[in-house]
């Protein structure tokens, strides 16, 4: 009997890390699958380990950071011709370490605007949507405190 082998889609852990009004990209290295893709810090989850575990041993693996894990932002399930994936992406904050390119080509710090700049892996788009709408509530919220100020202030 012939027939293809279904695979259960890799779990992937994604750090979404915001400094100032942006958010840490990486890039994947050239000799890697889908080397030179832009991504949020990360990789597969390791037999045994939640996601948490998962997460921070990727970040000290890959830049030479610590994290913590604030909250989840997005859970995104992707097809690729390769198989499929399963994305956990955190909202975390870098506590420690200077950022070293250990394992990534390059990282740069973007804004929800910036994002079209750059080839960032069809699966994140759910993540980029949700913080583009993260940005645009808080950007709502400071213009109305800022124009209230305004009123009591000429009042
Ligand atoms: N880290 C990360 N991986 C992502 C994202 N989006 C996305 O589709 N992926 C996919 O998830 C998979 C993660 O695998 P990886 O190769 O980065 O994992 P890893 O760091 O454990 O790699 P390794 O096998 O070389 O140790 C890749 O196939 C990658 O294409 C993302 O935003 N971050």
Known sequence: MTGTTIKAPLAVCAAVIEKEGKVLLTQRPHGKQQGGFWEFPGGKIDPGESPHQSLKRELSEELAIEIEIDSLLETVYYHYDWGSVLIIAYLCRWTAGELAHIE???????????FSGYHILPADQPILDRLRSRYSEKSTKMNRKREKEMSQSTS
């Open 104 to 114: 990534v080509a390059d990282h740069a710090w973007a804004t929800p605007e910036q």
